[in-house]
């Protein structure tokens, strides 16, 4: 059966990820990842045949890397399981967000429900600053803003509706720059009987208050 089109208002948000590039990375990550195990779980074997060093630690090595490795194979069905889920829909109207400005959030569930129980949409906001403590690329994040804008409980409201969605003008609004940024998103999530929880992320942008310079 072919879902029909949802048309909407404003503009359509993109997530982002999907339910298909999440199963697929952990796809590869598992397989990658129990090749090493079979490399380390060799090397291993050949040191206790010819009696070299070292034998028991890189043993161990194997032994936690292996378990790490059923871990990961165990995720494969319930990322695989999300891909039948009901694909989840956002639109902002207008298509832009703005400091101290309002605009309506509209949510569709392309299909039925699927047993989500509980929906839920939050509006956050995180900073990225460099981290120059320790030597890595990844930045130090820290969620300056977290309201909920919407919280439904089972019926017709969970498949689509619209809620209005502010930003505060006391806040900060998007940017990048060299080492830093802000980031706005609207996470939603959803608790289900059966099947994997939904969790995905929507990013928005919000822009300066009319008439202040950025």
């Known amino acids: 059966m072919t879902t029909p089109a949802i048309e909407h208002p404003g503009v359509e948000l993109a997530p982002d990820t999907t339910p298909a590039r999440t199963a ?17 779980a060799d090397v291993a074997r050949a040191m206790w045949r010819d009696g070299t060093g070292g034998a028991v630690p890189v043993t161990v090595m194997a032994v936690v890397f292996a378990i790490v490795g059923v871990g990961l194979i165990a ?8 891909l039948v889920r009901p694909r989840l829909r956002l639109w902002l109207d207008p298509g832009a967000l703005h400091l101290g400005g309002t605009a309506s959030l509209i949510w569709a569930l392309d299909g039925s429900p699927g047993g ?3 929906l839920v949409l939050t509006l956050e906001g995180e900073e990225y600053l460099p981290n120059y403590e320790v030597s890595t690329a990844d930045p130090d994040r820290s969620r300056f803003f977290q309201r909920e804008i919407a919280r439904i409980q089972n019926g017709p409201g969970v498949t689509r509706g619209t809620v209005p969605v502010a930003v505060p003008i006391g806040t900060m609004h998007s940017f990048t720059a060299p080492g830093a940024r802000i980031e706005w998103r609207v996470r939603c999530t959803g608790e289900a009987a059966r099947g994997p929880r ?11 208050a009319p008439g202040i310079a950025s």
């Open 75 to 82: 995720l494969v069905p319930n990322r695989l399981r999300a």
């Open 198 to 208: 939904l969790d995905v992320a929507f990013p928005v942008v919000v822009s300066p």
């Open 116 to 118: 989500i129980d509980r």
């Open 24 to 40: 697929t990375a952990l796809l590869v990550g598992a397989v990658a990842w129990n090749l090493l195990v079979v490399l380390l």
